[in-house]
């Protein structure tokens, strides 16, 4: 075997790079702000779906990149640190995923485009300055936030008030997990109160008229988050916290159905959110979700 070939990362640790188990969560994303925003033809929704998932494998590599030394000292074994694959391979992917991320927004026109580059900026943002940053929950609840708000620009050209709530809701959301997230290397939880955030979503479909299919989404939701939490809160097994973790990022699919439900969608499509939850689950037993 050649040095060439023995220099070659593993599809397997590729994978890895990118927590390619959470990809479920941001397909559901794009499902259901296309709901929200009126829906999308089958080219369009293929566009959007590729897009966001360049945005967030980039995301996630370069996510590696920025903590490679702090992951050396706390999390030895990632992948540059095992010499698995280089530093410098890392980065290109990771650009060079934002970049075709923002390549795919451009036949949806100069806005969608531009809100592409921003979601791509924000991305950056968060890798360069979450470590030791109070703030940077708010900046990966954005992060996903700007996933409705690119798919509902390329579709409709505007942020309609619905896709604004679904957003601000799953930025919340989204938030709650990323602070949970950055205790997972100690197991523990400090202050339990940013966890509140987690009840964004119920709280702004609570006033709401209760059809049975956004019931039922809140309530699939509502047993998640609180099993997740009193494992946050209780710790009652080794490995609790990563746990919960990895039980909330994959909520953020029922997240997406209670928005559709929210929104008045149909039931086959918050249906199809929900089902992402199960799936994302499922991958990260085969792949670490965090």
């Not at 990771?94 to 026109?109: D, K, S, T």
């Not at 708010?138 to 619905?162: E, F, K, N, T, W």
């Not at 929104?263 to 929900?274: E, I, N, T």
């Amino acid at each position: 075997m050649s040095a060439i070939a023995r220099s070659l990362p593993s599809v397997s640790t590729l994978l890895r790079l990118g927590r390619i188990s959470n990809l479920p969560t941001v397909w559901t994303n794009v499902l259901a702000s296309s709901v929200i925003s009126g829906g999308a033809r089958a080219d369009q929704l293929g566009l959007l779906l590729a897009a966001m998932t360049a945005f967030y494998i980039g995301g996630m590599y370069l996510n590696d990149f920025f903590d490679r030394a702090i992951d050396a000292r706390d999390r030895p074994g990632r992948p540059i640190d095992a010499g698995e694959i280089t530093a410098s391979a890392v980065s290109i992917v990771g650009f060079g995923m934002l970049a075709l991320g923002i390549v795919l927004m451009m036949p949806f026109g100069f806005a969608a485009a531009a809100s592409g580059a921003v979601l791509a900026a924000t991305i950056v943002l968060y890798d360069v300055w979450h470590k030791g940053n109070a703030l940077s929950p708010i900046v990966m609840g954005l992060c996903r936030a700007l996933v409705y708000v690119g798919v509902a620009i390329a579709l409709g050209g505007s942020i309609s008030q619905a896709a604004a709530i679904g957003a601000l809701a799953l930025a919340a959301h989204v938030a709650g997990i990323t602070y949970a997230a950055k205790q997972e290397e100690l197991n523990r939880i400090g202050h339990l109160w940013p966890l509140l955030l987690l009840a964004a979503p119920l709280l702004l479909a609570w006033p709401l008229v209760p059809t049975w299919l956004l019931m039922a989404a809140m309530a699939l939701l509502l047993a998640v988050d609180a099993s997740s939490v009193r494992l946050l809160a209780r710790r009652p097994v080794p490995g609790a916290v990563p746990l919960a973790v990895s039980r909330l990022i994959a909520a953020i699919c029922l997240v997406d159905a209670v928005a559709i439900g929210w929104a008045g969608g149909g039931p086959a499509m918050a249906a199809l959110c929900a089902l992402g939850y199960p799936l994302t689950r499922a991958f990260q037993k085969i792949i670490p979700g965090t």
